[in-house]
């Protein structure tokens, strides 16, 4: 049996123990035919069967996905060249790390009534929201691949007589794009859980909207199917960017 196998049946094991401690919370803090039986696992699944055949569902995934990418650009155009000017100049560093780590730690949630006054209901607001919560790792990233570039490149574009524009994009972006990457992967896991709250400003579609309209309806067990499905698709959104990461490195090496 090869790594990769041993590691892909140690992490179904885990995904199985988790099954089982789902089922025992349930079990144990709930009554088998009250309230709580609406959340476990048999019922959770069963939900989940008849929800996939439903075509509304994927309506919401769409308009989530779409938010997602559509925040993730906008902090991709405002990230990366933020980080490579800070990795550049270390008085730039200097002058604006207190004011982008002061920004860094307020929730972007904290942000979402301003921006319900300011941009009213829709999906601007969704996506400065989104934005906002996922340009630090990519600039911070972005400027710590600069800082860690090996001189001696630099040293040779200026030998070579390259202009600016060639040594960004012949020699600073190819050295950085690795940590912009590894910044894409922590953005999307960062995007994925501000996308929730910040999809019950009140629009009318997109997965935090429907999880409110199963609350609404006391279809419980449809509310955690959809806590279920929104955790396969980020899953399956970081593995993208997992994957993407490796085969930059595979090709890098």
Request: net charge positive; with cysteine; charged share 15%.
């Amino acid at each position: 049996m090869s790594r990769g196998q041993r590691y892909g049946l140690l992490g179904i094991f885990g995904l199985g123990v988790l099954l089982s401690l789902w089922w025992l919370g349930v079990r144990l803090f709930g009554e088998a035919d009250g309230l709580s039986a609406l959340f476990s696992p048999q019922a959770t699944l069963a939900s989940l069967q008849e929800l996939l055949w439903r075509a509304e569902l994927y309506q919401h995934a769409l308009v989530s996905l779409k938010r997602v990418l559509a925040g993730l650009l906008l902090a991709l155009l405002v990230g990366v060249p933020l980080g490579l000017l800070v990795g550049s100049s270390r008085l730039l560093e200097a002058a604006t790390t207190p004011a982008f780590q002061f920004l860094r730690m307020i929730s972007p949630l904290s942000w979402m009534p301003i921006a319900v006054m300011l941009m009213g209901v829709g999906d601007q607001p969704i996506y400065f929201l989104l934005a906002f919560a996922a340009v630090w790792p990519i600039m911070l990233n972005t400027a710590a691949g600069v800082r860690q570039l090996d001189p001696r490149w630099l040293q040779l574009a200026r030998s070579l007589s390259a202009t600016r524009w060639e040594t960004l994009r012949r020699v600073i972006v190819p050295g950085v794009l690795g940590h912009v990457l590894t910044g894409v992967r922590l953005a999307i896991g960062i995007l994925w859980i501000v996308l929730v709250p910040c999809e019950m400003l009140g629009v009318s579609a997109g997965l935090g909207y429907y999880i409110l309209d199963t609350r609404d309806r006391l279809a419980y067990s449809e509310l955690m199917a959809m806590v279920v499905l929104i955790g396969v698709l980020g899953f399956i959104l970081d593995a993208a960017a997992r994957g993407l990461y490796r085969r930059w490195a595979h090709g890098a090496g």
